[in-house]
């Protein structure tokens, strides 16, 4: 649920830094026709030690897998494109933000073939806040099993988080706000459990953690690989398993992790309570950790916090031109 409002002052486009009002693309752009589009949702949090950008190397790879699935070459590297989310955030003088990494096809013959179409790329910082709702961390969320199943293997990849699978998250989503649920959860093509519509998903039954695996059509999520390590820190036994609907209404826990999400408990299914009805305890000790790892409670060992700094980093775009025809009516 984004917080009041979500803008902030500058938007990354290209390499140079452009007012959010003019970071705007011609209505005959391919990507607004055609959905060739890939993207990233990444955290940057307030901590301590100043603005830290969560997994920010991760979810820049999985931006190059996506784009690389999709044969859409990427004009900027890596090094470059966190160079402009650090950007973002030290020139928005945000502390925490949601930065939208995108990378889409502009102008060109609306053709299905996307060869040759140019790739242009902004990196957004966003406003956010809870997504789910004030309250969903602690309480939960209610949520139902969607009669949309996730993409069939072999139709669309679902490891490539591109904007054309966003099609089918809200057909999603528009059932379960249709139906009163906060979000809902898909089966795959073969009915076993999948993902939410942003968010992976997890189980827990006897004190084991499950998770389906990423066969069932889910996208790798950098949370959910998060989780796991955070669990097996814990000493609990996690099995990346494929799991029957049923399983949803047996589970003591469930939960949903996702950048947006983080780790949010799920309270009941299609009008099931989901084990006491609240929080349980291996949720909360997961949210814990993870919520610690951004207040200091948390050690990062595994380097996952992208710390801004105050100082531009080499690379970073060249500050707004102000002869620039684009800028100029603003
Ligand atoms: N599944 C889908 C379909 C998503 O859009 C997201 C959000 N990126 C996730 C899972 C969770 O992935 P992550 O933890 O990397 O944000």
Redesign the pocket.
Known sequence: MPVSSPETEWIWFNGRMVPWESATVHVMTYALHMGAAVFE?IRCYDTPRGPAIFRLDAHLLRLADSARMYRMPMPYDPGQLAAACHQVVRENRVRSAYLRPLAFLGRGPLGTNPLGKPVEVIVAALNWGTYLGTGALEEGVDVGVSSWQRLAPNTMPTMA?AAGNYLS?QLMSIEAHRHGYAEAIALDSSGLLS?G????LFLVRNGVLFTPPTAAA??P????DTVITLARELGLEVREQTAPREALYVADELFF????AEVTPIRSVDGVPVGSGGRGPVTAELQRLFFGLFDGRTEDRWGWLDYVSEAPASGAAAPPDATDPELAAV
């Open positions: 949702g988080k998250s993902e519509p942003g968010e992976n889910v996208l999520g950098i949370t959910r992790t996702g950048t947006a």
